[in-house]
């Protein structure tokens, strides 16, 4: 059985939702199918902040952002509660689409290591500097990791 989206065209996510170079297409609950619509619009070329908070691409989304030439020129990515797993990581790490990312926000996502190791080891995504784990926990490639609670 497919399964129904709320959003007909990539229009319908955009809409209220692009300030300049910035996409704030958190909490919206994106499945895979809608995120495609993103994929697919070379309107995505323009951003360089790219929230995606709390929406639902799963390791296959993510794997399929990562592939996304339209997103080149992304600096900031927030995937914070999106089901990513380190498999979804290793993808990332993997991406040649994104060698402008430097800030990266992975919260409420089911991380073990793997896919963080990845992160810090990619060869393709050197301008990586910052990226947010779990509450509390930022690492910074050049620095290791850092603990700040946040109450």
């Not at 129904?4 to 065209?9: I, P, V």
């Not at 994106?30 to 691409?57: C, F, G, H, I, Y």
């Not at 073990?112 to 509450?135: C, K």
């Not at 620095?143 to 700040?148: L, M, P, Q, T, V």
Request: overall charge neutral; hydrophobic content about 35%; aromatic content about 8%.
């Amino acid at each position: 059985m497919a399964q129904r989206t709320k959003f007909k065209d990539v229009e319908s996510i955009f809409e209220g939702r692009l300030r300049g170079n910035q996409a704030m297409l958190s909490g919206l609950h994106l499945t895979v199918d809608e995120a495609r619509l993103l994929w697919q619009a070379p309107r995505m070329k323009e951003v360089s902040w790219l929230d995606l908070d709390d929406n639902r691409l799963g390791d296959e989304g993510v794997a399929e952002l990562a592939q996304c030439e339209f997103l080149e020129n992304v600096q900031y990515l927030n995937l914070n509660n999106n089901g990513i797993t380190d498999a979804g990581l290793r993808k990332l790490a993997e991406s040649k689409c994104l060698s402008k990312l430097k800030r990266l926000h992975l919260k409420g996502n089911s991380i073990e290591g793997p896919g963080v190791i990845a992160l810090f080891e990619s060869q393709t995504l050197d301008g990586l500097a910052t990226f947010q784990v779990n509450d509390g926990w930022t690492c910074k490639k050049r620095e290791g990791w850092r603990y700040n609670p946040q109450f």
